[in-house]
């Protein structure tokens, strides 16, 4: 065992000093770090899913679009219809749902059941509209005021929708509870047929401006829109609301809806995403986001969304710099995938140079030490040489001793800059020699 540990280190000894043998340890080492640091910086994923809502709402609409988007990118976007925020919500939070992405709307996630979903960026408005039959409320005036609902007929949005989340919590705050009105819990199409049908009074629908399933509404006789007198207070009292001016007719010039400018009270539709989600994917959504949003100007201003105001969850880091700073120099001059493979180059090159750098700087140190062992070493053996010298049955074992000396001395290669070392030891093996042979 001690005799193949000799060799095992002899061997190390004998490439110590092989520039070939350095340099392949070298590149070996750099390759294993490099093929390490490339697994844990893993590429972005060529498809992902996003959950949306019923198709006929703007969360599927937005959907349709971002994936015409990122098709265009060499990214398959999958869509998956819901019943709306709540639901999205949920999938998203599962580990095992297959969901990366989904659209929520504002003011209805309880952030503390989800730690690990972070904002992208809020889209669009999504006001509160409120239809109601004139008729119902024509001795009122119209309807202006939420208790003015105690006793209607009224849907508040279906289950699972962010609709029924936030008809309630608007409820709650006017002082009407679920007994105080007859409150049905229906999906939108049901809920205009019953308008249509006169088996409702009023209808919560929370929708942004460009929504198809608004236009359903227009054909519907003698009903008309809430104005919120009070926005401003319900604005106030749930920070995530923002009061929003509609002007007549804005919604159907040709039906007169609004039939007087009016304001609403409107959340923000947000991309939510799992917190773990790729940095070159936020860029990519973001930036697709910008050419879809400029279409969607009838309430927000041009260049409003997407944002980072109105958001639930926490807006992910690079979303905040993109919003900021806009796309990075690499995805403003390089094609996506380009771009993805080049930000992950420099991404583990940057480790591996931080590591190298200094370490370059300890080679001399190093290789200086090794030198001065090697000799110590010589001389150690010249010692004993010397100490020996008077003993006349060890003659024969000095010089042999001495020959292997001079021999190996003969054969070190150093670098230039310690010749000096070298030429000192030899003269010192010299002087040795000379003193054997004074002594014999």
Do not use: C
Request: proline letters at 5%; zero cysteines; charged letters at 20%.
């Amino acid at each position: 065992m001690q005799k193949t540990i000799q060799i095992f280190m002899k061997s190390i000894k004998r490439h110590l000093y092989n520039p070939i043998a350095i340099g392949s340890v070298f590149f070996a080492v750099l390759i294993i770090a490099f093929g390490i640091l490339w697994i844990l910086i893993p590429p972005p994923p060529k498809t992902i899913e996003m959950a949306t809502g019923f198709p006929s709402g703007l969360y599927y609409q937005f959907g349709e679009r971002l994936k015409t988007e990122l098709a265009q990118e060499g990214v398959k976007l999958d869509l998956m219809t819901t019943g709306g925020t709540v639901d999205n919500l949920a999938l998203l939070n599962e580990p095992n749902s297959g969901v990366d992405f989904a659209m929520v709307q504002g003011g209805v996630a309880d952030m503390s059941k989800y730690p690990k979903l972070v904002s992208i960026a809020g889209m669009f408005y999504e006001p509160v509209w409120v239809w109601y039959r004139e008729a119902a409320f024509k001795s009122e005036g119209g309807l202006r005021l939420l208790s003015q609902l105690k006793g209607k007929r009224v849907s508040i949005g279906n289950e699972g929708s962010g609709t029924l989340v936030l008809s309630n919590a608007l409820l709650q705050i006017s002082g009407l509870s679920a007994s105080d009105l007859r409150a049905e819990k229906l999906k939108p199409d049901e809920a205009i047929h019953k308008l249509n049908s006169g088996e409702l009074d009023a209808v919560f629908i929370v929708v942004a401006t460009e929504s198809t399933i608004l236009k359903k509404f227009y054909e519907i006789p003698n009903i008309r829109l809430m104005s919120f007198d009070q926005a401003d207070a319900y604005a106030r009292n749930l920070p995530y609301l923002s009061k929003v001016n509609v002007p007549r007719g804005l919604l159907s010039i040709s039906h007169d809806l609004p039939r007087q400018d009016i304001q609403v009270i409107a959340a923000t539709a947000t991309l939510v995403a799992k917190e773990d989600i790729s940095p070159a994917m936020v860029s990519l959504l973001l930036e697709a986001s910008y050419d879809i949003l400029k279409s969607y100007s009838r309430l927000q201003k041009a260049g409003e969304f997407p944002s980072s105001t109105g958001l639930d969850f926490p807006l992910h880091v690079d979303a905040e710099i993109f919003l900021k700073d806009g796309p990075s120099f690499l995805h403003r001059h390089l094609p996506f995938w380009t771009a993805v493979w080049v930000g992950r180059f420099i991404k583990i090159v940057i480790p591996l140079l931080v590591i190298l750098i200094p370490l370059f700087t300890y080679i001399p140190a190093i290789k200086n030490f090794f030198l001065k062992l090697k000799l110590a070493q010589v001389y150690e053996e010249l010692k004993v040489i010397e100490k020996n010298a008077l003993n006349p049955d060890l003659k024969e074992k000095n010089y042999k001793d001495l020959e292997l000396i001079e021999r190996r001395v003969g054969n070190m290669k150093i670098s230039m800059l310690d010749a000096k070392e070298l030429y000192d030891l030899k003269g010192h093996v010299t002087d040795v020699r000379n003193r054997l042979n004074m002594l014999g």
